[in-house]
Nanobody, 120 residues
């Protein structure tokens, strides 16, 4: 059974940092593209960051570029999202998503999400 479990969310003040983790099990982690999405109340789900299976390729939403860093440790079956200089508009539930690049049209596997709240 495939499971993705996010952790690391919480309540922080603007300008502070958080590191999210997503631990995967039940899949061949090292062959999957990994993505972080977020969804704020009343807003569309937004793709935040993507990392290639080996970790050598990354892409970011314009809204987080320069502040967030996605990384992965394939030995630990874990993907991370380091979030620096957090802003109130970063408040959302953050989800990790595992996608096999050859599964054309598939949505992959999803975690349950972790809440990030940025407020003064």
């Amino acid at each position: 059974q495939v499971q993705l479990v996010e952790s690391g969310g919480g309540l922080v003040q603007p300008g502070e940092s958080l590191r999210l983790s997503c631990a995967a099990s039940g899949l061949s982690f090292s062959i999957y593209d990994m993505k972080w999405y977020r969804q704020a109340p009343g807003k569309e789900r937004e793709l935040v960051a993507v990392i290639s299976p080996g970790g050598g390729g990354t892409r970011y939403a314009d809204s987080v570029k320069g502040r967030f860093t996605i990384s992965r440790d394939n030995a630990k079956n874990t993907v991370y999202l380091q979030m620096n200089s957090l802003k109130p508009e970063d408040t959302a539930v953050y989800y990790c998503n595992a996608v096999w690049r050859y599964d054309v049209g598939g949505s992959g596997y999803w975690g349950q999400g972790t809440q990030v709240t940025v407020s003064s």
